[in-house]
Each structure stands twice: as C-alpha cells, then as structure tokens.
C-alpha cells in the first residue's frame, strides 16, 4: 500500500487486512538492518500503535535504542531478543518487552519470525 492510500488514524476503527499500510524498512531507529523487514501497521491510535513485524530467516536489527516502550508477542517461529545485555530465546506465544531507553535488538530463528509489536506512544522508529 502507497501512502496516498493509507488509513487516517484519527478516522479508523477497523482496518481491513486488504488496506493495512505496508512498509520494507531497511533500519530502525537510524541504526541498519541485516537485511529488509516487512512492517504492517494493523492498528493505530492516540496512544499506541500495533505492528505486525516478519523477520526473514537469521536476519537481524543492531543495538538500538527507543524513547518510547514497546511490548510484542511472538506469533511464529523463533526469535531472540537481547536487552540491557541479556538474551532471551522466544518460541510462538512468548512476550517480550524492551524498556524506554534500553539497549536491545532482535534476531530471527532459521525459520524466520513474525510478531505483533505495540508501541507507546505511537511511534514510527523506520
């Protein structure tokens, strides 16, 4: 979806799966990717923002850190995640959080990963 078709948040309740804004971003936060990730924005409000975040197989964000918390939930596949310099492995079903200001980054299994993602407030870091 090109941004001339994007939702209005103020105006949404509902996005259709059809209409969700798509992104390939490159990096996060200024800091490069391993490789291109597919970001879809399924929901937006005032005070958050759900993203449904594909990581390929082994690829990888690098240290980064946010002003804003953000809080995810795996929904397949495997993924690590590292923060304040300590790795956690996640299997589908697992949350994870990574604080205001906290060094962390993610990397996904051999099979790739995917999971949804909320951001408070709502926060675009591509």
Request: aromatic share 4%; proline share 8%.
């Amino acid at each position: 979806m090109n941004n001339a078709d994007a939702l209005n948040p103020a105006e949404h309740i509902v996005i259709p799966n059809a209409r969700a804004e798509h992104h390939r971003i490159t990096q996060v936060e200024g800091v490069s990717l391993s490789g291109p990730v597919d970001v879809r924005v399924l929901s937006e409000g005032e005070d958050m923002i759900l993203l449904e975040v594909t990581m390929p197989p082994n690829a990888a964000s690098n240290p980064h850190t946010h002003d804003h918390e953000s809080v995810g939930y795996l929904v397949s596949g495997r993924a690590q995640t590292v923060v304040d310099g300590e790795t956690f492995d996640l299997a589908p079903g697992d949350g994870f959080r990574h604080p205001v200001g906290v060094l962390h980054h993610m990397k996904a299994g051999d099979e790739g990963a995917v999971w949804l993602e909320i951001k408070s407030p709502p926060t675009r870091t591509w």
